[in-house]
């Protein structure tokens, strides 16, 4: 079974940073781009950014660009999500994600064509 686990939630202070992480322990997406999403309590799971196989291509939503930065470490396994300048908005679950499909290039937005997720960590910005 394929396992994402996510870790470095937390409780920060707005305009604080913290940076998440995620460990495809089965290498499953080693040759595949991956993602990050976000879900706050009464919204839809949305989009906060992609990156392709080998780490030269990103993408971001609108909120989070220029402030978040995602970046991915093969050997060891890892897919980073830096955050920086925090805001009160930015509270949710985070997942990271692997899409059904192959992407050498990013991946989409849309999270319906992802089929591989991890169990999430939470993130509280307080004002």
């Known amino acids: 079974q394929v396992q994402l686990v996510e870790s470095g939630g937390g409780l920060v202070q707005a305009g604080g940073s913290l940076k998440l992480s995620c460990v495809d322990s089965?290498?499953?997406?080693?040759?595949?781009?991956m993602a990050w999403f976000r879900q706050a309590p009464g919204k839809e799971r949305e989009f906060v950014a992609s990156?392709?196989?080998?780490?030269?291509?990103?993408d971001y939503a609108d909120s989070v660009k220029g402030r978040f930065t995602i970046s991915r470490d093969d050997g060891k396994k890892m897919l980073y999500l830096q955050m920086g300048s925090l805001e009160p908005e930015d509270t949710a679950v985070y997942y990271c994600?692997?899409?059904?499909?192959?992407?050498?290039?990013?991946?989409?937005?849309?999270?319906?064509?992802?089929?591989?997720w991890g169990q999430g960590t939470q993130v509280t910005v307080s004002s």
């Open positions: 994600a692997g899409p059904r499909a192959i992407y050498y290039n990013l991946p989409p937005r849309d999270p319906h064509e992802y089929t591989t």
């Open positions: 089965d290498r499953t997406f080693v040759s595949n781009g």
């Open positions: 990156i392709n196989w080998h780490g030269g291509n990103t």
